[in-house]
């Protein structure tokens, strides 16, 4: 059986996904418009400077970071998409200048769900310059 590929409209839907859910929402500093992006089970995993690890589900510690760090409007990133089939697919995103000063590497599991492609799991770590 050969691998399952996915097409350019699934690599499109990601990228705008990503764009303009999660990093439209990193930027707003809104985790209403970045929830959008999350899949209601997804979890998160990650270092805000060591040891500080936030752990777990990804809605109540996205939705806190968002409340703490406020809007950041300067915020760039950039979505990468490493690999994707027609249901799966994993993406690194790379965000700097956030309002808390802090740049992140995200890498993002995504499913295809009915309601469209959602992230289940985020990975990441946060670094300065």
Known sequence: MPRPQ??????????????????GGMKAGSWTQAKDAFHPDAVMYGYIGAPS??????APNLEAF???SGPSPNATGQVDILDATDTTAL????????????????FMS???????????????VAYSE
């Open 6 to 23: 996915s097409n350019i409209d699934d690599r499109a839907a990601i990228t705008a996904l990503l764009e303009s859910s999660y990093l």
């Open 53 to 58: 690890a936030l752990t777990g589900p990804a």
């Open 66 to 68: 968002l409340a703490s």
């Open 91 to 106: 993406a690194r995103v790379t965000v700097q200048n956030t309002a808390g000063g802090a740049n992140f590497v995200d």
């Open 110 to 124: 995504l499913w295809k769900t009915p309601q469209g492609w959602k992230i289940i799991s985020k990975v990441f």
